[in-house]
Structures are given as structure tokens and as C-alpha cells.
């Protein structure tokens, strides 16, 4: 079967750290970009982090520049999310998703070739 699963999402305090996955099943990442993106409540899903496919060059929304890291290991077919420094405006949904030879962009959500189904980031005391 052919998927994108998250993990590492859960409850945090203020200023905490997680490491979210990203693990394909059914196919290799190598030749993949991926993208992370997140939905909060009554708000739109957003971009927050991009890797390339070939030579790891990463983008990052605004609002996260310095606070997270996305990076990918091919041999796992896994590509990371690390968030340090966590706010209560992060709490969200978090996706993960694949393009073929994707760059370090975020594109519109139909060219995405795999969609994970999420995992929850609740950043509270």
C-alpha cells in the first residue's frame, strides 16, 4: 500500500521541543520533495517547511524560520520535521506530503502526489 504516514505529534509545554516523521510506505522518497504543512482550527492549512528532492536545499514559512529544521534520509524513506522553541500558535494538525522532483516550494496542494493523514501538535500548559 502505497502512503505517507506522520508521527511524534502529542501535548507539549511552551517552549518545548518535538521531532515529527514522515516515513513513505510502498515507494521511495529519493526522488521526491516534500512538504510540511499544518491546519490550526478554523484556519486554512499553511506551509511550513520544504525539502528538495535532489540536493537539500529547504524553505520555511516566516513564522517558523529559526525555530524549526526539515531534514530527509533517503535510506529510511523518511524525511523530519524538528520543532524547537514551541508556541501556543503552533498548535495544528500537521501533514506531511510528496511531489515528484519537487524543489524546496510549496506548491498547490492538487500537485501533491501523497498526502499523509496527520498528526496532532497541541503546544499548551
Known amino acids: 500500500q502505497v502512503q505517507l504516514v506522520e508521527s511524534g505529534g502529542g501535548l507539549v509545554q511552551p517552549g518545548g521541543s518535538l521531532r515529527l516523521s514522515c516515513t513513505a510506505s510502498g515507494f521511495t522518497l529519493d526522488r521526491y520533495g516534500i512538504g510540511w504543512f499544518r491546519q490550526a482550527p478554523g484556519k486554512e492549512r499553511e506551509g511550513v517547511s520544504s525539502?528538495?528532492?535532489?540536493?537539500?536545499?529547504?524553505a520555511y514559512a516566516d513564522s517558523v524560520k529559526g525555530r524549526f529544521t526539515i531534514s530527509r534520509d533517503n535510506a529510511k524513506s523518511t524525511v523530519y520535521l524538528q520543532m524547537n522553541s514551541l508556541k501556543p500558535d503552533d498548535t495544528a494538525v500537521y501533514y506531511c506530503?510528496?511531489?515528484?522532483?519537487?524543489?524546496?516550494?510549496?506548491?498547490?496542494?492538487?500537485?501533491?502526489?501523497?498526502w499523509g493523514r496527520g498528526t496532532r501538535v497541541t503546544v499548551s500548559s
Open positions: 506530503a510528496a511531489i515528484q522532483f519537487g524543489t524546496a516550494l510549496f506548491y498547490e496542494e492538487y500537485n501533491y502526489d501523497y
Open positions: 525539502i528538495s528532492w535532489d540536493n537539500g536545499k529547504t
